[in-house]
């Protein structure tokens, strides 16, 4: 399938979303096929987002949840939480059948640029990342994203799924 960048829309995800939102963010870390290479499906047993975990990110006044959308079918979204002089990137999902042709590189393009017409005086972009996932690693080391050896426990309790082998988070970061 040839990636039909130009014909993407970028909007703010809206509340009826939801459901088209969970299908792309559960498909894209828990499910396996020849595309996806962001699946978490061996190192992760159950759902990445709960309907219930969704609408309370909905809820949150510095989180904004971006999609990209093809004939009004959401096939990426990101997500930014802002505090005081950082952003937060998270919730970013690619639908499996669209991995692998560049949209992810657009889309967080668009999300640090977005991030900055909402909050002019950013300083940092900050991201967690699985510290398994060295290709992740290296796909946001090349974005200009850098580890800076903070470390955390996996989040058992925030109900993401159960980790099938050790992982912890290692936050990266990138200067604006």
Request: charged residues 20%; aromatic residues 10%; proline residues 2%.
């Amino acid at each position: 399938m040839t990636m039909p960048h130009l014909l993407l829309n970028y909007r703010l995800a809206l509340i009826n979303d939801i459901q088209q939102l969970i299908e792309l963010i559960n498909s894209a870390y828990r499910q396996k096929n020849e595309n996806t290479w962001t699946t978490e499906a061996d190192l992760v047993a159950g759902e990445r987002i709960s309907q219930n975990q969704l609408e309370q990110l909905f809820e949150n006044n510095n989180f904004y949840l971006l999609v990209a959308e093809h004939k009004y079918q959401i096939v990426a979204c990101i997500g930014l939480t802002f505090d005081d002089f950082a952003v937060e990137i998270g919730t970013f999902a690619i639908a499996p059948d669209w991995q692998n042709q560049g949209l992810g590189k657009l889309v967080l393009a668009y999300a640090e640029t977005y991030a900055l017409s909402i909050q002019a005086d950013l300083n940092i972009y900050v991201m967690w990342v699985l510290n398994v996932r060295t290709e992740l690693i290296a796909f946001y080391e090349r974005r200009g994203y850098v580890q800076t050896g903070v470390v955390e426990d996996y989040p058992i309790d925030a109900n993401v799924g159960t980790p099938q082998v050790d992982l912890h988070l290692i936050e990266m970061r990138k200067s604006v």
